[in-house]
């Protein structure tokens, strides 16, 4: 209500300056809290600027007056994929973005071994990038990071065979096995963001991972031994993309569902699948 209050009042003032051409301040337009407003004066003319508004993430508006004429711009409505605006406040607008994408779910082994569990993945999808955007659609792309960790089933260890990563039976008598591949891959994502109704849209773009660590481990005991392991020099791919579809809440929450198409290790140096990932992801 406070914004709303002082929205009026400045508009008010603004409108109330003395020129031959105006004779008494309206009203011209009622926001309700607009996320920026913007008064700008110069030579012979003052400028008011509003983006947002509580039912409109959205909305633009703009208000000029002049000595010699009155300007006003009807509100600034987006619908989806267009971009048909008829106002030159209808630019393009960048900023920087700086940990933005926070998400976690669930990666489903597609393709795999029968001894490759359901696991999880986690990671920041932009820690600084650039977006572009205009007319309720929007452009982006940064540097991120991912972790993902590969889990086998109980009963079955990851082991060496050569260069090649390869899944056997654990020994006999063998309690408490445990075995898993982690991966760490600098993320370079190119997303597209559309909104649909207010803040509600969606984002669809293309993640190159560029997989720099990725390492497998494996544990058990016997008796009262334990015994463990952990393999590096593995022949994983370098660079692997995934396909991202986030629906929801811009900028706040919604669910993503990640598609990798390409087998992770190299041909016969490790075990073949793709995989499927679900989960929330935060400030997209």
Known sequence: MMHRILLTAVLAVVLSIPVQAISQADTVVSVVKPSRVAVIKSDGATVIHIDGAEDNDCFRYRYSVSVDTLESDLPLFNFPF???RGDSYARRQSEIDVLCGWYYGGLFPLSAPDPLRTSYEVGINRIIGYSMKRSGSEFSFGLGIGYRSVSVR???ILSKDGDALVLASAPEGASD???YIESLAVQVP???TQHIYRSIGFSFGIVANVNFYTTAKMKYRIDDIRYSGSYKG??????TPDLLLTVGSVN???VYVRWSPVKPFKRAFGPAYTSLSVG?????
């Open 190 to 192: 190119f997303v597209y």
């Open 252 to 254: 706040n929450v919604g």
């Open 280 to 284: 929330l992801s935060l400030g997209f």
């Open 234 to 239: 593995l022949h994983q791919r370098l660079l």
């Open 154 to 156: 109980r009963g079955v």
């Open 177 to 179: 096995v445990s075995s």
């Open 82 to 84: 267009s971009d048909k």
